[in-house]
Nanobody
Framework: QVQLVESGGGLVQPGGSLRLSCAAS????????MSWYRQTPGEKREFVAL???????NYAASVKGRFTISRDNAKNTVYLQMNSLKPDDTAVYYC?????????WGQGTQVTVSS
């Protein structure tokens, strides 16, 4: 059974930092492209960042320079370090794993940026 479990969300003030984690099980983690997406109520889920099995990365323009995605294949975990957070970053953040035709999503973790 495949599971992706996100953690690390919470309430943070503008300008603050959070680190999200996504722990995977039931997949050959190192072979998967891992991504983070986010979604606000009434909006489409949007791409945030991805990391390939070769550690190549890509970011949405809105987070580039503030967010960093990384992975630890020994721990089957992908991370999203979020710095200089803004109120517009408030959303539910989801982890996604993709390999060929197989796609899996986590259940999401809430991030709220507010003073």
């Amino acid at each position: 059974q495949v599971q992706l479990v996100e953690s690390g969300g919470g309430l943070v003030q503008p300008g603050g930092s959070l680190r999200l984690s996504c722990a995977a099980s039931g997949i050959t983690f190192s072979s998967y492209v891992m991504s983070w997406y986010r979604q606000t109520p009434g909006e489409k889920r949007e791409f945030v960042a991805l990391i390939t099995s070769n550690d190549d990365t890509n970011y949405a323009a809105s987070v580039k320079g503030r967010f960093t995605i990384s992975r630890d294949n020994a721990k089957n975990t992908v991370y999203l370090q979020m710095n200089s957070l803004k109120p517009d970053d408030t959303a539910v953040y989801y982890c996604k794993a993709v390999r060929f035709t197989r796609t899996f999503w986590g259940q999401g973790t809430q991030v709220t940026v507010s003073s």
